[in-house]
């Protein structure tokens, strides 16, 4: 007999949500979501590229909507999802999409989002895996694994000697413990990223220590 584990109790019972879909409509919102807390701003403009089943429904189960919403930061039961693409207009921000029905992309709920604003671009691929849950497989051109089913620290940096111990230094400093850690980066000296998951959600003071630390761009959390 086999056992079914459960992270959260998203798994069992999805998020609360604007319908009509939790896979295309409140997934949809998360990764949008996720892409708003990273880039820090509102872009300028907005690439979505949609892979088989998204790309075959985004309209008829509101993928679009949502995906704009999340964008704009958005939570999943935000009433204004419905509304999310004539606000984005009001707003300024220019929407394109990349319809591919008949991809080879490994999960048929994916979608690669490019932003852009000025100067600053940024990219990720993302997966709606069923319930409202999430998985980011790329971020930046980094192959990534990351789920936001537990409090996750992303902090994009240069890739310098020390900082990986600065990091953990502070961390350790406020008794906040690591689950998991994946670092990665383009190449020697260039831009890097660290994704730490923890088992703390008190990590605000935290944060703002991490983000006086030279050589770093940005750092997000997600809780």
Not at 104 to 110: F, L, Q, R
Not at 137 to 165: R, W
Request: include cysteine.
């Amino acid at each position: 007999m086999q056992t079914l584990r459960f992270q959260s109790v998203f798994d069992i019972i999805g998020p609360v949500m604007i319908g009509p879909s939790s896979s295309h409509t409140a997934g949809a919102v998360r990764i949008g979501k996720v892409v708003h807390s990273i880039f820090g701003e509102e872009p300028e403009s907005v690439t979505f590229s949609l892979y088989n089943s998204f790309a075959k429904t985004y309209q008829g189960h509101g993928t679009d909507k949502a995906l704009v919403a999340g964008i704009m930061g958005m939570d999943t039961d935000n009433p204004d999802i419905k509304n999310s693409l004539e606000i984005a207009h009001q707003k300024g921000i220019k929407i394109y999409w990349e319809i591919l029905k008949d991809s080879n992309a490994p999960h048929p709920n994916t979608v690669k989002i490019m932003v852009r604003k000025g100067d600053k671009t940024m990219g990720i691929t993302g997966v709606s895996i069923g319930g409202g849950n999430i998985e980011v497989t790329e971020l930046n051109g980094f192959s990534v694994s990351l789920k936001m089913n537990t409090p996750t620290i992303i902090i994009v940096h240069q890739d310098v000697p020390g900082m990986i111990a600065r990091v953990t230094d502070i961390l350790s400093a406020h008794d906040i413990n690591i689950a998991q850690m994946n670092v990665t980066r383009e190449s020697a000296g260039q831009k890097a990223i660290m994704i730490i998951e923890v088992d703390s959600r008190d990590c605000q003071d935290c944060v703002k220590e991490i983000e006086s630390i030279s050589h770093l761009h940005n750092v997000n959390f997600f809780d």
